[in-house]
């Protein structure tokens, strides 16, 4: 098994103003409760540094000179400045949280609507691990720079102002002198902070290797019980979890002392204010109630410039998640295609290749289909025949424009794939794969699929149809009956089943079967042949099969051979060619003899 799981780059970046820019932008819907949380930001970092100013006050003015009544009054004033504090605390965190949570719900759906609409080759090259760590762990670093980040900072920078505005009306020598350590702390901060981002990074690449390592073995984990894989995997997991730790690690070492020389710093700083500030008292050029508000105000001085240290980290974070969001928002979509939703005909479902070239890596070299051509009449059936890589469930997929080809013209109804709008062509057609997937839910839910234009008794009709209904109605609870994760409830039988209930409850005109009686059974495969037989009649099919006896009757084979089309015409013109097909045919039904006898 192999861990050479694709990760993404961890570059060091600078903060860059346009991320900031387009993730302030998901506030445009919010502005009055934005407005609303600065206001009370604003409220609360003045109130909260009233308190050492009414102790000047009180010093000076009424406990040196002996008049204990005025202090009543600045009491009071010190027990309404904490109420209207916290008040503006409680109103802030509420709306700051909220809002956070109403610009989280935006980008995700924004995320979810996004995903739904990438083309499938975005999926064939990215790992679903690393999609889950976007739409989760990144989103959620986003919702904690709007909760906390962008909060925090303009709280701090309110309280800074706030703190240096009542010390400068003090006095502004002693003012200059409590900033004699700022610029230390700065080049400190800029020092540690950059090393802990460094760390940071790593660690959230580790972190998404570790999230696609994780969803891999989960959803394999069938294929490692039955090989006793868990020693090997569990060896591998700690190859992957080590770095992770480490970087961990490196994070936590450099926060250890940033956290520890800050507060040293802020202890040198209030001596400074000591050593300044007393002998200013002695030479009385200030009172002793300013050098007693100083000491408190340098104590609260220090706390929002750590706090708006800390800050960056969050703020580096928020901008390594936005940037990896949005270059997966910028990611092209599929593109819709044009204005057409039905031919000129709307009960034509011919289907057309002409001259198609296409290959999966637009810049390999490998052909996957070359020069493929064909023609496929309204109510008639194709039958598309040959080895494992010949191309066929790749013509399925370009008829479906999953894929953009190189070369060549797709027609469904003698349009181009091209000019019809996505959603339309694919309505028109109903496809039964051989590895059916289903969704948590309950019966009629997965062969609804949610549109609730398809009535119940539509969904009864289509499982009887394809002989569905009875293992239906063996069920504790019938079309209620609960589907788990994948369908692993249901036996891989009764998936295709519901899989082919699911195609015809939709009535589409064309109808694919990608090997889709390869997971039933010879009874039940021959008590669905009459009721596919009669749908056939009324669609355009399109059959992948290996067992020739399910595609003898088609009005149209096509074998295929590297991409190519090699023969093409009917069963009994294909036998008698004495080619690839004929071969195929004396295989297959040498295998029946030697099975039969």
């Not at 010093?59 to 400045?81: A, P, W």
């Not at 009535?507 to 495969?525: F, G, M, R």
Request: with cysteine; glycine share 8%; charged share 20%.
């Amino acid at each position: 098994m192999s861990t050479a799981i694709e990760v993404e780059e961890a570059e060091e970046r600078p903060v860059q103003l346009t991320l900031v820019l387009r993730l302030v932008g998901y506030l445009r819907n919010y502005k009055a409760r934005v407005a609303a949380a600065l206001v009370l930001i604003l409220i609360s970092a003045t109130a909260s540094q009233v308190g050492p100013r009414l102790t000047q006050i009180g010093v000076d003015e009424h406990i040196l000179r002996g008049d204990m009544d005025g202090l009543y009054g600045l009491i009071g004033l010190y027990f309404l400045s904490i109420i209207v504090q916290y008040a503006a605390q409680y109103g802030q965190t509420r709306v700051t949280e909220l809002t956070g949570q109403y610009v989280m719900v935006d980008l995700r759906r924004q995320i979810f609507q996004h995903l739904q609409r990438l083309p499938l080759r975005y999926f064939d090259r990215t790992p679903v691990g690393r999609t889950m760590t976007r739409t989760t762990n990144d989103v959620e670093a986003l919702n904690e720079f709007f909760t906390e980040g962008v909060v925090s900072v303009f709280m701090d920078l309110f309280t800074l102002i706030a703190i240096v505005a009542f010390m400068a009306d003090m006095d502004w020598h002693l003012t200059l002198a409590s900033c004699t350590m700022i610029p230390i702390l700065a080049l400190a901060t800029f020092y540690l902070q950059n090393r802990a981002m460094g760390a940071y990074r790593e660690l959230r690449r580790r972190l998404a290797r570790l999230n696609a390592y994780l969803q891999e073995n989960i959803t394999g984990m069938e294929v490692v019980q039955l090989f006793g894989r868990q020693r090997q995997n569990l060896t591998e997991f700690d190859d992957e979890h080590l770095p992770y730790r480490q970087a961990e690690d490196r994070e936590i070492h450099y926060y250890a002392i940033f956290f520890p020389f800050t507060e040293f710093i802020g202890t040198v700083g209030m001596g400074v204010v000591v050593w300044y500030g007393t002998s200013s008292v002695l030479e009385q050029r200030i009172d002793l109630g300013v050098l007693i508000a100083f000491l408190q105000y340098v104590r609260r001085f220090f706390r929002p410039i750590m706090d708006i240290s800390d800050r960056y980290a969050l703020l580096q974070s928020a901008m390594a998640a936005s940037e990896r969001i949005f270059e997966l928002l910028d990611h092209p979509t599929e593109s819709q295609g044009g204005k057409a939703t039905q031919s000129s005909d709307p009960t034509a479902a011919a289907i057309e290749f002409e001259g198609v070239y296409f290959k999966y890596d637009p810049e390999g070299t490998q052909w996957i289909l070359e020069d493929v051509s064909f023609r496929v009449e309204s109510g008639h059936s194709l039958a598309l025949v040959g080895a494992t890589g010949s191309g066929k469930t790749t013509i399925v997929n370009l008829l479906c424009r999953f894929y953009e080809i190189q070369q060549g013209t797709v027609r469904v109804d003698g349009v181009d794939v091209h000019d019809w709008d996505v959603h339309a062509l694919r309505r028109r057609i109903g496809i039964v794969q051989q590895d059916v997937f289903l969704f948590t839910g309950d019966i009629a839910g997965n062969i609804r699929l949610g549109e609730q234009g398809i009535a119940d008794e539509r969904v009864r009709q289509v499982s009887r149809y394809v002989n569905a209904e009875g293992f239906i109605d063996r069920l504790p609870k019938g079309f209620s009956q609960p589907v788990a994760e994948g369908g692993s409830s249901l036996s891989s039988g009764q998936r295709q089943l519901l899989s082919f209930a699911r195609a015809l409850a939709f009535d589409p005109q064309i109808l694919v079967l990608d090997e889709a009686t390869s997971n039933i059974d010879t009874e039940t495969e021959q008590l669905i042949q009459d009721a596919i037989a009669r749908l056939m009649e009324e669609r355009t099919s399109v059959v992948i099969a290996h067992r020739l006896s399910t595609i003898r009757n088609a009005n149209q084979i096509l074998v295929l051979h590297h991409g190519q089309v090699r023969e093409q015409g009917r069963h009994d013109e294909l036998v008698r060619l004495g080619g690839i097909y004929a071969r195929l045919h004396r295989l297959h039904y040498g295998a029946e003899a030697d099975s039969a006898t």
